[in-house]
């Protein structure tokens, strides 16, 4: 399985801008759809954007649609989520998962993916 490692998590004030960043090793990334998944406490994981391994379609969940950005650099192995307009019900755990890129279109279920991160803290003061 790929290894994941989130970063680029903080607090922010609402209103303003985080970009996260996935690394990934282990594995050919290029193999892999990616996802953000986010997760609040006593909550379960929520799919929060994908991406074909390509990099040539890109999904979102209706709340961050217009604001967050889902993309990937295959020559760095990296993944990225742009988030902009950052409202206080965004503040969460935000993790990125992989899945082999046989399924053609990335899930939005948590159970199908293969591999996670440990997550990256993302805190937004209204």
């Known amino acids: 399985q790929v290894q994941l490692v989130e970063s680029g998590g903080g607090l922010v004030q609402a209103g303003g801008s985080l970009r996260l960043s996935c690394a990934a090793s282990g594995h050919t990334f290029s193999n892999y759809n990616m996802a953000w998944f986010r997760q609040t406490p006593g909550k379960e994981r929520a799919f929060v954007a994908a991406?074909?391994?390509?990099?040539?379609?890109?999904y979102y969940a209706d709340s961050v649609k217009g604001r967050f950005t889902i993309s990937r650099d295959n020559a760095k192995n990296t993944l990225y989520l742009q988030m902009n307009s950052l409202k206080s019900e965004d503040t969460a755990v935000y993790y990125c998962?992989?899945?082999?890129?046989?399924?053609?279109?990335?899930?939005?279920?948590?159970?199908?993916?293969?591999?996670w991160g440990q997550g990256t803290q993302v805190t937004v003061s209204s």
């Open positions: 991406i074909k391994w390509s990099g040539t379609s890109t």
């Open positions: 998962a992989a899945v082999r890129r046989s399924m053609l279109v990335p899930p939005r279920l948590e159970r199908e993916y293969e591999s």
